[in-house]
């Protein structure tokens, strides 16, 4: 059962535009909250985070807006640039005391951003 | 670079192989990992290691056994694998295991194929 998910497999989006991103998810003991990107051949690296007593977070060009009632968070890019094509991973941690490393991750979003 | 360097970068083995999969980060980082992820699926939590400590079999099979000699170096001993187990297998590493919002570094992954 996934606790995770990102419905949408692949997004494509004229550069400039806004990327939006979702994610849902089903257990209310999430916390926190974190995007990765990931390249071909790399290793995803971290992107944004939120924490549950926030609804939004902004880094530059990215946003994440977390809606608790709805179990629903989504990452905004504004431009959107041909460099931001990557598989984005939305990812979510349980606060269980000593044991909150443990991530749960959804199964990724292939952005394409089209010159 | 992200500071975590995984080596062999792709790997074809048979099903009665042995064969090791090696991590090594440059971080100062005292927490290792190894992710799983199939395709389609979402990254799967498979070991964890603080301090070169065990902290973490998320029920993986014990034809994947992890080594972790020192908090710099992570590896995976692989024997007797199905075809099911193909998949990019990914360390990553972070400072410390909880207290805080620990990102997760990871490397570029192992694709492994086993016929």
């Given at each position: 059962?996934?606790?995770?998910?990102?419905?949408?497999?692949?997004l494509?989006?004229?550069?400039?535009r806004?990327?939006?991103?979702?994610?849902?998810?089903t257990?209310s003991?999430f916390?926190?909250f974190?995007?990765?990107?990931?390249?071909?051949a790399?290793?995803?690296?971290?992107?944004?985070?939120?924490s549950?007593i926030?609804?939004k977070?902004e880094?530059g060009?990215?946003?994440?807006f977390?809606?608790?009632?709805?179990?629903h968070?989504?990452?905004?890019?504004?431009p959107s640039?041909p460099?931001?094509?990557?598989?984005?991973?939305?990812?979510?941690?349980?606060?269980s005391?000593?044991?909150n490393?443990?991530l749960t991750?959804?199964?990724?979003?292939?952005l394409t951003v089209n010159p | 670079?992200?500071?975590?360097t995984?080596t062999?970068?792709?790997?074809?083995?048979?099903?009665?192989?042995?064969?090791?999969?090696?991590?090594?980060?440059?971080?100062?980082?005292?927490?290792?990992?190894?992710y799983?992820?199939?395709?389609?699926?979402?990254?799967?939590?498979?070991f964890?290691?603080?301090?070169?400590?065990?902290?973490?079999n998320?029920s993986?099979?014990s034809?994947f056994s992890p080594?972790?000699?020192?908090?710099?170096?992570?590896f995976?001993?692989?024997?007797?694998?199905?075809?099911e187990?193909?998949?990019?297998y990914?360390c990553?590493s972070?400072?410390?295991?909880?207290?805080?919002r620990?990102?997760?570094f990871f490397?570029?992954?192992t694709?492994?194929?086993v016929l």
């Open positions: 059962d996934q606790q995770v998910k990102q419905n949408s497999p692949s494509s989006v004229q550069e400039g806004i990327s939006i991103l979702n994610c849902d998810y257990n003991m916390d926190y974190l995007w990765y990107k990931k390249y071909p790399e290793g995803p690296t971290f992107l944004i985070s939120i549950s926030k609804d977070n880094d060009r990215f946003t994440v977390l809606n608790k009632s709805a179990k968070l989504s990452l905004h890019i504004v640039q460099g931001d094509s990557a598989v984005y991973f939305c990812a979510a941690r349980v606060n005391g000593g044991s490393y443990k991750f959804g199964k990724g979003t292939l | 670079e992200t500071g975590v995984q062999p970068r792709h790997l074809v083995m048979g099903m009665t192989n042995k064969k090791s999969l090696k991590c090594e980060q440059h971080l100062g980082h005292n927490a290792m990992y190894w799983k992820q199939s395709a389609k699926k979402p990254l799967e939590l498979m964890v290691y603080n301090f070169k400590e065990q902290t973490e998320n993986v099979p034809r080594e972790c000699p020192n908090s710099s170096h992570l995976l001993h692989l024997h007797t694998l199905q075809p187990d193909s998949a990019l990914l990553a972070s400072l410390t295991l909880g207290g805080g620990e990102k997760l490397g570029s992954g694709q492994l194929s």
